[in-house]
């Protein structure tokens, strides 16, 4: 009884050590992180656009959010609880023990994985990668019903969703089968939009570039393969922790001894996972050429170009045998306490740069007068700076923006502008106009000022697979409970609540 509140109090302190800048109110606007109050209910946020749907179901469910309070609030209630549930996960994975249960749950709740995202924006990868060990714990207890709803929230992004159907179908005994169904169900709000943009042509990428753009980067003392055994190495060497540049990833070295100290306890399922997401890892920073081959010419790829993200995979393995320290090692269970917190000494204060804006990032005046016409900005980029902050434009999540999406890292470009993008611009700088209407632009804007206006009609706006997804949890439930009730006719005997 006495351990499990200093786990509890150990655990509020971790969580809150990283959550902190999500306490406070404004809008959330950090690199590829823009979550308005309001979003409103435009085609590329459910999916349609210009670009791949790599932001659905999560820009479409804040759409709908946003109608009865604000997306902010929701997304900050996610992150909060999220990272508790990773340090519920922890607790599950870990075997007791004081300092090796504590370990694990700092490293579930703070790696150096879940810090680089966060710096880079990735807020909903973040929830998943916490949700990660929660949902395996589950899995290798056959909580079915659990495990089906922490993967429908994991599945608010593409990554997340894969990870965390894919570490469901290792972990779980039974009800594989309807965890398949369930799964495709979550997959549905991003795979049908992409599918349909690969057949009608999508953006185009610079396979070569992106594979070296993205590839696993080297950090200081440890390089690239001691980066990602210390689950670092994210490809922005702008979005880590100063400490990571002073040679602090040392420590995670000492992180990744540690869990060999107790990999022997930890299940096989977890192991294979973790050597299947480092090894892909790996092979990216390697062969570079290789991973640019899988992204010309296997559909879906691009999904993982950033493969430093499949880390992922590997963080119940490492929880896992982080807690399961024997107990006689309290040497070594202490030593990876403390290289878990000194691998980024400096999280809870670089994490600063994630706290809400309440600067005014839209003209509203000016949306209200484009309402749900199709809008060619002819002087705003993907990115953006705004009060100061480098972040998605957020008129790309109140209006139907006239979408480039060209990305350049490092002086090259990785992402080419979209075709009708590039045709829109070639259009209004030749001054056809009959062009820029047939393109279905009903509205050119330059400097926040409405400039032409056309009678192109309004795009759909495609919402039904995201109000599918939304309703997954009910199908979740649904099915569990013709599970039990299958089960109660075959034995009678048996009480349902152990299947819960």
């Not at 440890?222 to 540049?245: E, F």
């Not at 990032?361 to 902050?389: A, K, N």
């Amino acid at each position: 009884m006495r351990n499990r509140l200093v786990f509890s109090a150990f655990s509020a302190a971790a969580v809150l050590a990283v959550v902190w800048p999500f306490l406070f109110g404004g809008q959330l606007a950090w690199r590829d992180m823009l979550v308005l109050d309001y979003p409103q209910m435009t085609a590329s946020n459910f999916g349609g656009g210009d670009l791949f749907a790599r932001n659905a179901p999560q820009d479409g469910f804040l759409s709908i959010i946003a109608v009865v309070m604000p997306a902010t609030w929701v997304v900050k209630a996610l992150m909060v609880a999220s990272a508790a549930g990773s340090a519920a996960g922890a607790w599950w994975l870990s075997n007791k023990e004081l300092l090796p249960t504590l370990s694990a749950i700092a490293l579930a709740v703070a790696n150096p994985f879940v810090i680089e995202r966060l710096l880079q924006g990735h807020w909903s990868v973040v929830i998943a990668a916490w949700l990660l060990p929660l949902i395996a714990a589950a899995a290798l207890n056959g909580r079915a019903l659990l495990v089906w709803l922490l993967v429908f929230v994991a599945s608010l992004t593409p990554t997340g969703a894969l990870v965390g159907i894919t570490v469901a179908l290792v972990c779980m005994n039974k009800h594989r089968l309807v965890t398949l169904g369930l799964g495709v169900l979550y997959l549905l709000p991003w795979a049908i939009p992409g599918i349909i943009a690969t057949f009608r042509g999508g953006q185009d990428m610079n396979p070569l570039a992106a594979a070296q753009a993205f590839a696993p980067r080297a950090e200081e003392a440890v390089g690239t393969l001691g980066a990602l055994l210390g689950l670092g190495g994210i490809w922005n060497a702008d979005a880590v922790p100063d400490s990571r540049h002073l040679g602090f990833a040392l420590f995670g070295l000492g992180v990744f001894a540690c869990v060999l100290l107790g990999i022997r306890s930890v299940p096989k399922r977890l192991i294979v996972l973790a050597l299947v997401g480092m090894g892909i890892a790996i092979f990216a920073w390697l062969a570079p050429a290789a991973m640019a081959w899988a992204l010309e010419h296997i559909p879906g790829a691009g999904l993982f170009r950033d493969s430093q993200k499949l880390l992922i995979l590997a963080l119940p393995a490492y929880v896992a045998a982080i807690g399961r320290i024997p107990a006689k090692q309290t040497i070594a269970a202490a030593c990876a306490l403390g290289f878990i917190i000194l691998q980024t000494p400096d999280a809870s204060s670089s994490l600063a740069a994630l706290r809400g804006t309440h600067a005014q990032l839209v003209d509203p005046d000016l949306v209200r007068e484009i309402g749900s016409r199709e809008v060619l900005f002819v002087d705003r980029d993907t990115l953006v700076t705004t009060d100061g902050r480098l972040a998605i434009d957020p008129y790309s999540k109140v209006v139907n923006k006239v979408e480039s999406g060209q990305l350049t890292v490092d002086g090259e470009v990785v992402d080419i502008p979209s075709a009708r993008w590039q045709a829109a611009m070639t259009a209004w700088q030749n001054n056809d106009r009959k062009a820029v209407e047939e393109l279905g632009i009903g509205v050119v804007v330059e400097g926040e000022e409405i400039v032409y206006e056309t009678a192109a009609s309004t795009p759909k706006v495609p919402w039904i697979l995201t109000s599918l997804w939304m309703l997954s949890p009910l199908i979740a439930a649904l099915a569990r409970a013709a599970i039990l009730r299958n089960e109660r006719q075959s034995n009678p005997t048996k009480s349902p609540e152990q299947n819960l």
